[in-house]
């Protein structure tokens, strides 16, 4: 890839990254976490002066994102987020490029565009804010929405299953994948940071509470009583170990998992499952994600899984170079008069 | 050689040959080589490739006939004929297909090996045209290719399945014998083509010079035909197809501006050798991103837009339909864009590989909202270059979204092109804002236009969106008399381009009777129906619009010169229902939607018919 950005020096704060919109949503939605989230990491991980990272978004609440954040910005239209963004990448490969969208934006009426990005593994940065619940509509369901949820399209509670998200990119195989929650501002710094730094398609699924539609679809997750008995924070290289005092652990017995109790003595920290982010087998991170549809198995954030390959903008401007290199700069005059001429005089 | 000597070379103005057989049998390329070498010896031409939307049908039937009508002569000419002169029919079915069009005492020529009982009845024979008499007065000649083409390929390393495909190669052969035209290029093309496989080269060789001969051995044909060459500007010509003339118009419009082009696109017939070719120029930077939709295909190019490259997309009616949504974005964020759309029949998939023009009310029209575009339509197949080259250059100086119109008629179809020199092609002025002084993401120049501030400037970050924007400033806006400002606008940007195209031109008288009015691909059927009306005495004037919105500055004044407006059409009268919108004038339609270009004969007699016999006095 031509990585020509002048290298000049960049100090930025969080306070360059903040536009001069006042921001609208909801007081106590999870978005306003997320953003400043966001402005925190950003001066540590942009390698690049500042003019050169766009935010694209879709429709939804949380695809104002862009016009809350002092960079390039495009507000495109509902899931198109990551097409839009591919388009930006593929024009200049050095922009450092960034999607803000929804459950629904990314997964309903996205989900097209979603599973191609992963799939070419274009170097973007998707941030899905998921509410499990359509915000900005007023409150339908969503694709991540539980089973049986009672909403205003599905009075008598919703009959379709929920798309796991991690599950999803994994299928795509998105070379990046991890999760965070709004309420867990240095975890999510820490998931911005390594996506940010992520060269390829990075995906990442935030909690995000929509106080207004969804109140509390993670309280599980973020309240002081039940988040550690219920999170499993992945740590590379870590056992996978959770409970309010580190009294649970996970075990792979050959490809099945099992919660252990850690304080009966039958089980150590050395019986446990270390956390792999590098494994190129995708069978053990497809295990992970499915902890979350298995009762009495806790959430996992973190990252799931990060691997290296080419991406699509670096195959493409590699494949330009080539064929530069074997035919020769393109010349208008001769491609005019190439094929069959002939002269009348 | 005697035999020569002794058979008539008959001079000929112009043909009309159409190739017919199997959609296995090659006629397309059949036919394309014909085309070729006969643009080569110097005839004006056209072409009309017609074949079925199953890629293979099964062999023999009717609905797997696959066909390629091509005209040539030695004056200038712009359709592919409306009936053939000459039928070559490989097969029953394509022999039954096409009879009903041949002209009267016609000439067709038969794969007579083909007219065994299975084939008669699979097209339906109830008994042997070439022996019920059906066909007196035609000229027929029974060949019996599939025999010869055998005799002729012995000792070649190729199975029986190949032998017999290479029979195309025998009927091309006759045909260039008969039109006195030269195999060379055909042979040379064979060499290339198939240079890794020298069985193919000797078995393709050998079946074109055994037809060449066949027709000078022959008692058969007593006489050959010759067409001279056309009377054409002088200058450099090649044979183009409005696809490529559009690849490449594209690719000049890059050169030109200096932009690198990037095209997102989604595969639909017949659009797509569009990405096709585009894709092999990827020495010139050119970016192909064959996307998962068409809209991925127009939403990555809007992106690529935004961030400084000549932004395109490239579709047909369907696809086009469901980019809607996203050429209101490109109105709202006021970015260049280019949408080609490749009409074909519609409505809903319609009959994807044959012609229409009824996606003209979708591309001014369909959208929510206000939402003017720029649309302009390619009269022609080599007009499709110049039309792209236009299309950039109004959406980059405008920063608007232009629909380019084609049509499967002028995609597919050929004719001979003065091709022009790079040198010759006006640059297209790009101006990225820079300066940070006075910047604002919602100024307008002059133009009306918005400053084009890429990603990457340093201190013009901006924010953009479908959301409705406050003048100037470009910041989100609810505010009503703004809105109402907006829409003005843009509306206004998009009218004043009417400035800044050409003026519609009357050829012909400039006042009179009967002016024939049409649009796009009809181009070269209306005029030369209205050329033959008048060489017939009837006083009758053309007008071809490829400025469509906004019509050219005199529209008005052009059509109210005339007393009768005829509008010929392959739609219902979308074009008749714009102009009696806009300018309150009443018109005749003609309207034939056969998926098919329309036929000139038919619009002779429709001018007739308008001006009531009286030669338009
Ligand atoms: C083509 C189209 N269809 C529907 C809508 C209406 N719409 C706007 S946002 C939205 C759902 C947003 O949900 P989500 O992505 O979860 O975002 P949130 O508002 O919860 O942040 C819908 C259905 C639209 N704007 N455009
Ligand atoms: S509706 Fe929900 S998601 Fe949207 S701004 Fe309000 S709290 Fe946030």
Redesign the interface.
């Known amino acids: 890839m031509a990585n020509n950005v002048e290298v000049k020096e960049i100090k930025y704060t969080a306070k360059d990254f903040a536009?001069d919109?006042e921001v609208r949503w909801c007081p106590g939605c999870g978005d306003y976490s997320i953003l400043a989230q966001v402005q925190r990491t950003f001066p540590e991980i942009i390698d690049r002066?500042?003019?050169?990272?766009?935010?694209?978004?879709g429709?939804g609440c949380s695809s104002r994102f862009?016009?809350y954040?002092?960079?390039?910005?495009?507000?495109?239209?509902h899931g198109?987020a990551p097409?839009?963004?591919?388009?930006?990448?593929?024009?200049?490969p050095?922009?450092s490029v960034w999607v803000a969208s929804g459950d629904g934006d990314l997964l309903s009426i996205g989900g097209?565009?979603f599973i191609?990005a992963c799939r070419k593994n274009i170097d973007l940065k998707i941030l899905m804010f998921n509410n499990r619940i359509y915000g900005l509509t007023k409150g339908q369901y969503s694709p991540t929405s539980e089973k049986g949820k009672v909403t205003k399209t599905t009075p008598y509670g919703s009959v379709d299953y929920p798309f796991n998200p991690p599950m999803l990119a994994l299928g795509a195989e998105a070379s990046f994948i991890a999760r965070s929650i709004d309420r867990h501002p240095k975890h999510l710094q820490e998931m911005i940071r390594r996506a940010g730094l992520h060269k390829g398609t990075a995906f990442i699924e935030i909690f995000q509470n929509c106080n207004i539609f969804n109140d509390g679809a993670f309280s599980l997750l973020t309240e002081k009583e039940t988040k550690d008995d219920h999170v499993l924070e992945l740590v590379h290289g870590q056992p996978m170990i959770f409970g309010k005092n580190k009294d649970k652990g996970i075990k792979l017995d050959g490809m099945t998992p099992m919660v252990v109790d850690l304080t009966t003595g039958k089980y150590s920290k050395d019986d446990l499952w270390v956390h792999d982010e590098f494994d190129p087998n995708p069978a053990r991170t497809a295990i992970l994600a499915m902890f979350d549809e298995t009762p009495g198995f806790p959430t996992p954030i973190g990252i799931f899984r990060q691997i290296t390959k080419e991406t699509y903008d670096e195959g493409?401007f590699r494949?330009?170079e080539e064929?530069?290199k074997?035919?020769?700069?393109?010349d208008?005059?001769k491609?005019?008069?190439s094929?069959?001429?002939?002269?009348?005089? | 050689m005697e035999t020569d000597k002794e058979k008539e070379l008959l001079q000929l103005k112009e043909v009309t040959i159409r190739f017919a057989g199997d959609s296995g049998d090659g006629m397309q390329l059949t036919g394309t080589q014909f085309s070729e070498t006969t643009a080569w010896v110097g005839n004006d031409l056209n072409t009309l490739p017609d074949y079925p939307a199953e890629i293979r049908a099964p062999a023999g039937t009717i609905y797997g006939v696959s066909g390629f009508q091509l005209h040539f002569s030695s004056e200038d000419i712009h359709t592919p004929g409306d009936q053939p002169d000459v039928l070559v029919a490989m097969n029953p079915a394509a022999l039954k297909k096409n009879l009903p069009e041949l002209k009267k005492g016609g000439m067709i020529i038969v794969n007579s090996d083909s007219f065994d009982i299975k084939n008669l009845n699979l097209a339906h024979y109830e008994s042997n045209p070439l022996e019920d008499g059906s066909l007196d007065g035609y000229q027929v000649y029974q060949v019996p290719i599939s025999s010869l083409t055998a005799n002729a390929l012995e000792g070649v390393k190729l199975s029986p399945k190949e032998v017999s495909r290479a029979k195309n190669f025998f009927a091309l052969g006759l045909m260039y014998w008969l039109f006195n035209r030269p195999i060379d290029n055909t042979v040379k093309w064979i060499h290339e083509k198939f240079a890794k496989n020298p069985e193919y080269i000797e078995g393709n060789e050998r079946a074109l010079r055994a037809g060449y001969n066949y027709g000078e051995m022959t008692e058969l044909f007593t006489a050959r035909y010759t067409v001279e060459p056309a009377k054409l500007p002088k200058g450099t010509y090649r044979s183009i197809s409005g696809n490529e003339a559009t690849a490449l118009g594209f690719l000049a419009a890059s050169v030109k501006s200096g932009l690198p082009l990037f095209l997102g696109s989604y595969p639909i017939t017949p659009a797509s050798e569009i990405i096709q070719y585009l894709s092999t120029y990827k020495n010139f930077g050119v970016k192909t991103f064959q996307a998962e939709d068409e809209i991925a295909g127009i939403t990555t190019a809007i992106g690529a837009s935004f961030a400084g490259n000549l932004a395109i997309t490239s579709t047909s009616g369907p696809g086009l339909a469901l980019k809607t949504e996203a050429i209101g974005l490109a109105v709202m964020t006021e970015l260049p864009l280019i949408i080609i759309d490749v009409q074909r029949g519609g409505p809903s998939t319609g009959l994807p590989t044959k012609t229409e023009q009824a996606d003209l009310l979708q591309a001014v029209c369909g959208r929510n909202g206000e939402a003017p575009v720029v649309v302009v339509a390619a009269a022609t197949p080599s007009d499709c270059f110049n039309m792209a080259i236009e299309a950039s250059r109004i959406a980059i100086k405008y920063m608007t979204p232009v629909i380019l119109l084609t049509d499967g008629y002028i995609a597919n179809g050929s004719e001979p092109w003065k091709i022009p020199h790079a040198n010759e092609l006006p640059d297209i002025p790009v101006k990225f804002r820079t300066e940070k002084e006075g910047f604002y993401p919602y100024l307008r120049d002059e133009n009306l236009a918005r400053p084009w501030a890429i990603p990457g400037t340093p201190e013009l970050e901006h924010r953009i969106g479908g959301l409705e924007k406050s003048d100037i400033y470009g910041n989100v806006s609810y505010d009503p008399d703004n809105h109402h400002k907006m829409v003005t606008l843009r509306a206004k940007k998009i009218k004043n381009i009417e400035n800044d195209i050409p003026l519609l031109e009357v050829e012909g008288e400039q006042s009179g009777e009967l002016l024939v009015v049409g649009w796009g691909g009809t181009y070269g059927a209306i005029k030369e129906a209205v050329n033959k009306a008048r060489a017939q005495g009837y006083k009758v004037s053309q007008a071809h619009f490829r400025y469509i919105n906004p019509f050219p500055k005199n529209t008005e004044q052009v059509l109210r010169s005339f007393n009768k407006i005829l509008i010929p059409e392959i739609n219902l009268g979308q074009l008749a229902r714009l102009i009696k919108s806009e300018f309150l004038i009443d018109v005749q339609q003609f309207n034939v939607v056969r998926g098919l270009p329309l036929r000139v004969a038919d619009i002779v007699d429709q001018i007739i018919k308008t001006l009531g016999g009286n030669n338009g006095k």
Do not use: D
């Open positions: 536009s919109q002066p500042k003019e050169n990272i766009v935010w694209v978004s429709i862009p016009y954040m002092n960079t390039y910005g495009f507000h495109g239209i198109r097409a839009i963004a591919t388009g930006v990448k593929l024009a200049n050095n922009l097209n565009h191609h493409l494949q330009i064929v530069k074997k035919k020769g700069e393109g208008l005059e491609i005019l008069f094929g069959n001429v002939w002269e009348v005089n």
